[in-house]
């Protein structure tokens, strides 16, 4: 078979879009496969210029410097098209005559590529919305608290280890969960440690995991410890004030060499987690005291934040009632509402337990409502009773007869006067006696009636 006989017939067997042009960029020639895929028959094109149907198309490139593209993406504005193209020059006796074209549609690539961005888009933006909701819960309308929440939004981002200070129950773990649901390390664990309920013989087991037969009783294949499982992750170490003075020691060791072993193994796992401690403890006396390492102090207090307790966030009681109230409604569901007087108790009352015991006092008042409302009968009666005992408080003025501070000192001060008078030869003597000047003296005497 002679192959230059053939060499149309070739041409137009090939799936790919073949063009051919001249070096004065007339189209000599296409094939079937681009009369298909692009929709236009060969005597539209054949003897026309491409300059003047796809002035920037790609070949005229190559026709100029001579030099091959290989896998090169171009869009044919005239068929509103994306191509993925191989073009070469078509040189002969050493002299540039043309240049070849072969082309692959990849518009339908292009368009799920598009859809795609559009899809990923839109995840990123669901995402964020998911990673908001949780500091959304952390809305406050209270300067301390928004720049508490400022700085966790700020570092959650970074590897920085955080400090969360604050009374029990004031929300230290839903901090600690927001930030790392708005950290990049958001699709792994996040493994909360107390470490006030950890005894100390089961410190290394649990935090560091153990290796099989590493002591009587313990688990075949071993286990892993908290955190191996948090790797990737976040580690919360919640309570940290609570750790003995040996315990801090095994923690600092880790913290330091980013390393530990399993109890029983010899290898070191490297210790890749974010480290967020908690505690309602103050850290700086303890150091003071000598109940908490310095250098364990140093390690964690990276970025501190504190987080207020209830009592200095009342404007928030409304938006914490509703957040609650929301959850309670779908738990128990029944949609319960507070009249102004219940409210009013709750914003009388301190709050110790914090966000915690607001939880658990509506928490127990739904429980046990009948209706679609909380009358002050519903509330507890330790908060009721803070109420009652305010409204009962004594407010009879300390000075006998009831005048108050501003009148027993007038009454003093026209004692004094009278007295200075009595007491005195001339007024000028009362005067001196008083201390004050003619103009102030004057002036009193007209107050009191004494000219
Ligand atoms: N902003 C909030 N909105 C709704 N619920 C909240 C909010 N903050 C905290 N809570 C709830 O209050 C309770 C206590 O929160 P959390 O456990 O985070 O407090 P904590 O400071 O870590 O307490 P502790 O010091 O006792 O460990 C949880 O049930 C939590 O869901």
Same mark, same amino acid.
């Given at each position: 078979m002679k192959l230059a006989n053939h060499l149309l017939s070739i041409l137009e067997s090939l799936h790919d879009a073949v063009l051919v042009i001249a070096r004065d960029s007339t189209i000599v020639y296409i094939n079937n496969a681009y009369s298909v895929q692009f929709g236009v028959p060969a005597d539209k094109l054949i003897g026309r210029k491409l300059s003047k149907v796809e002035p920037k198309a790609r070949i005229h490139d190559v026709l100029k410097n001579g030099q091959p593209l290989i896998n090169d993406y171009s869009y044919l504005h005239s068929l509103n098209i994306h191509v993925f193209a191989n073009i070469t020059p078509l040189i002969e006796n050493g002299e540039l005559i043309g240049a070849v074209a072969i082309m692959k549609d990849i518009s339908e690539f292009y368009a799920l590529q598009d859809e795609l961005e559009r899809y990923k888009t839109y995840s990123t933006r669901l995402e964020e919305q998911l990673h908001n909701k949780i500091f959304e819960m952390l809305e406050s309308h209270v300067p301390v608290m928004?720049?508490?929440?400022?700085?966790?939004?700020?570092?959650a981002e970074s590897e920085a280890t955080i400090m969360l200070y604050g009374e029990t129950g004031v929300g230290k773990e839903v901090f600690a969960r927001a930030i790392h649901e708005a950290s990049p390390r958001r699709d792994r664990e996040f493994v909360a440690i107390n470490m006030a309920s950890l005894p100390e013989s089961l410190f290394e087991s649990e935090l560091f995991g153990f290796e099989d037969g590493s002591f009587t009783g313990s688990r075949k294949g071993g286990k892993k410890g908290l955190l191996e499982l948090a790797e990737g992750g976040t580690l919360f170490l919640d309570e940290i004030g609570e750790l003995s003075l040996f315990l801090q020691a095994k923690l600092l060791r880790? $913290?330091? !060499?980013r390393l530990f072993r399993r109890v029983g193994g010899t290898n070191p796992v490297p210790l890749n987690v974010r480290i967020i401690g908690a505690t309602n403890r103050n850290l700086n006396k303890m150091m003071e005291t000598g109940a908490f390492r310095n250098d364990l102090y140093y390690r964690l207090h990276v970025v501190p934040i504190h987080i207020p307790p209830l009592r !200095?966030? =009342?404007?928030? $009681?409304?938006? $914490?009632?509703?957040?609650?109230?929301?959850?309670?409604?779908? =738990?128990?569901?029944k949609h319960i509402t507070l009249t102004q007087e219940v409210y009013e108790m709750f914003e009388q009352y301190d709050w110790p337990g914090n966000v915690r015991e607001l939880g658990n006092v509506l928490e127990r008042m739904t429980a046990i409502c009948p209706r679609s409302y909380f009358v002050p009968d519903d509330v507890?009666?330790?908060i009721r009773q803070e109420r009652e005992a305010e409204k009962m408080e004594d407010t009879t003025p300390i000075y006998e007869g009831g005048i108050g501070l501003p009148g027993a000192i007038e009454q003093t001060e026209k004692e004094m006067i009278i007295e200075a008078l009595r007491v005195s030869r001339t007024k000028t003597a009362a005067i001196e006696r008083l201390g004050i000047s003619r103009k102030a003296f004057y002036q009193k005497l007209k107050k009191y009636g004494l000219l």
């Open positions: 928004r720049q508490a929440v400022h700085i966790a939004r700020q570092v880790v $913290l330091q !060499e !200095e966030r =009342k404007p928030d $009681l409304p938006l $914490l009632i509703h957040t609650i109230m929301g959850d309670l409604s779908m =738990k128990y569901g507890p009666e330790s």
